[in-house]
């Protein structure tokens, strides 16, 4: 066992990830890739047609607003964000000087609490989980960071509940949309007390492992990170800074012992993506995985091949955990005026 032995265990397989292996990024870079260049939404018109509950216009307009604001923001180069703004009176100053770093990280809470966070935790950056090669092929070094703060935020259950309608899908989009304001502000934050920071969605890094060791929750058989509060039913941003900090200090294994037992998340996975074997293991599922960690692997291709299906991204597997306290209804109930 290597590394944080009380959350993951880790063998000699394991490798830094490369961004390029993962499917959001193949769809942009791998022509050879099944999806190359294909929107999620190229089925519209023909569910359209069909007038079924969850994909009339009014919910596909509703996801798709939904998206615009972090479809923005990830076309920003970083720098250009950076520099974007009015306010300069301060750029001269000198770094704020933290004198309790405990403190300090009380204060991270309160403004990322302020703009919006469910949870937040803190964790010091671990190279592990830093991502060797971003989605161009460009090696990826975080050396002058020092922490990761880890947010999450919660996603609307009402509108989960008819998962995997459009209705659903625009809740996802929805937290994407939260998640882009909350980076820019907290980190925005950071800079205006002269220190280092920065933005981070999907990019950089792996998101999970860093919201463990930050104390925001577990690895389960779903593939997502499960938090006491919410269950899977968050979505997760970070912001790497050399603000001095002190890291939070996480508990227990990284694995949730009732996902061995309950297995509803795979059994209500319609593309069978998710495992139903009794432990994890090291086994790999697909090309996207990467192995070296034990785990339940989930098999990503099976997962997005069915939202070209279904003419929109699914999230019946964190509808079904018990965790994610959802109440399974048709979207109707989401429009209803009441």
Request: with cysteine; net charge neutral.
């Amino acid at each position: 066992m290597v590394g944080r032995v009380s959350l993951f265990r880790i063998d000699e397989l394991y490798k830094r990830y490369d961004w390029r292996k993962q499917l959001f990024c193949r769809t942009d870079i791998n022509p050879t890739f099944e999806h190359y260049k294909q929107e999620v939404f190229e089925r519209m018109k023909e569910y359209l047609e069909e007038k079924k509950e969850g994909y009339k216009r009014i919910d596909y307009a509703l996801n798709m607003a939904a998206w615009k604001l972090y479809e923005m923001f990830k076309h920003i180069p970083r720098e250009e964000l950076h520099n974007m703004g009015i306010f300069h009176s301060g750029d001269d100053l000198p770094p704020y000087e933290v004198e309790d770093p405990a403190a300090m990280s009380r204060v991270i809470k309160k403004v990322a609490s302020f703009f919006g966070a469910s949870l937040t935790g803190i964790a010091r950056v671990n190279e592990k989980w830093i991502y060797s090669h971003d989605c161009q092929g460009n090696p990826i070094d975080m050396k002058d960071y020092r922490y990761v703060i880890v947010m999450a935020i919660e996603m609307n259950p009402d509108a989960m509940g008819s998962s995997p309608s459009v209705t659903t899908a625009a809740s996802t989009a929805l937290g994407y949309a939260k998640l882009s304001f909350l980076t820019i502000h907290v980190a925005q934050f950071i800079r205006y007390l002269g220190y280092k920071a920065m933005e981070s969605i999907n990019d950089t890094g792996l998101s999970i492992p860093m919201a463990i060791e930050a104390g925001l929750g577990k690895l389960g058989r779903i593939g997502l990170l499960v938090t006491p509060q919410f269950g899977p039913r968050v979505q997760i941003c970070k912001v790497f800074t050399n603000l001095p900090l002190v890291p939070d200090n996480p508990q227990g294994s990284g694995i949730l012992d009732t996902c061995k037992h309950c297995k509803l998340c795979a059994l209500a996975c319609e593309a069978d993506a998710i495992s139903l074997d009794d432990e994890p293991s090291f086994k790999v599922q697909s090309p996207t995985n990467n192995p070296g960690v034990m785990k339940w692997y989930i098999n990503p291709e099976k997962c997005y091949n069915f939202w070209y299906e279904n003419s929109t991204d699914c999230s019946t597997c964190i509808e079904a955990c018990p965790y994610s306290k959802i109440e399974k209804k048709p979207s109707s109930e989401f429009w209803r005026i009441r």
